[in-house]
């Protein structure tokens, strides 16, 4: 007798939701409703309807499952620096949160830009506004570990807001709240809630010394990411200060050369000058030489004027005698 075929196992939510909310915004309900009729055909009637329930993603919930599922180191870096920031949030270290504020200012910044270029690289380009609202996401997750845990398991439905340092309201937040795991350092009992496990007082010392592995850890990730952002820091600068000597270079020598044509302007200044001068003695040089050429020409009128007289008279002496013979 032939053995009955043997329909295709389903595979848990969990592994359904991780893979449907790593999708584009786009691809997200047809593939939904794809993997429920699976679901379905296979005989599982409850696991179908419960992928049919599944909600698509607000767009900025979206960017931060991107980010989860694209960039998990970094986010795991902004992560380990909010349990960083909780932490002398708790010791009252004043001086130790003005510098963690800065350093997730940076990160949250670079972040969010690092998102928003994966977005426009798979063909679903967001909005300024809506980059906001991931980068109030991630804050929120910052300031408390449960909204950790649930930004790093890549199944945001909504965005998340923060109430200065307040437990972040996570209702509706995620899509299958059960899958979700307390992975980060200084998750405490609210995130052992989230994943339906409670923390058990026979284990205590093993939980603190995990916490204490994580927290060394995270911190440990945190020194490698900024001292490889130092280097990229001090080679930028070095970069930097070489295109300012060169510009500087370039000034100087632009400097120099009006300094050159400055002077060679005064030069032709002073020679204009001079010949301004000579200008002027010739021309009172020639005024006197046209006033002496002027006497002159009158005196000569005068002696032909003479010499013509003389000529007549001569000639009226001749004419006389001639008569007189």
Known sequence: MAAASKQPENPPLARVVADLYALLPSEFTAARNARAADAGRNGDKDLAKRIKALPKPSTAAWLVNLLADRKQDDLATVLDLGAALREAQEDLDQKQLRRLSTERQRLLRAIVRSARD?????GHPVSEALAGEAEQTLWAAMTDSAAADAVASGQLVRSLAASGWE?????????????????????????????????????GAGKDSAADSRRRAAAE??????????????????????????AQQEVDEAAGRRDRLTDEIDDLRERIRELEREVSAADRQAGLLERERDTARRAARSARRSVEKARQKLADARDAADAGK
């Open 221 to 246: 990730r945190l020194v490698r990411k900024l001292q490889s952002e130092l280097q990229d820091a001090e080679g930028d600068e070095r970069t930097a200060q070489e295109a300012f000597d060169t």
């Open 118 to 122: 994966l977005a426009a690289d798979l």
């Open 167 to 203: 437990e972040v309201d996570l209702d509706g937040a995620v899509a299958d709240p059960d899958s979700v795991r307390p992975a980060r350092s200084g998750s405490g009992d609210r995130t052992a809630a989230t994943s339906g496990t409670a923390p058990s007082p026979a284990k």
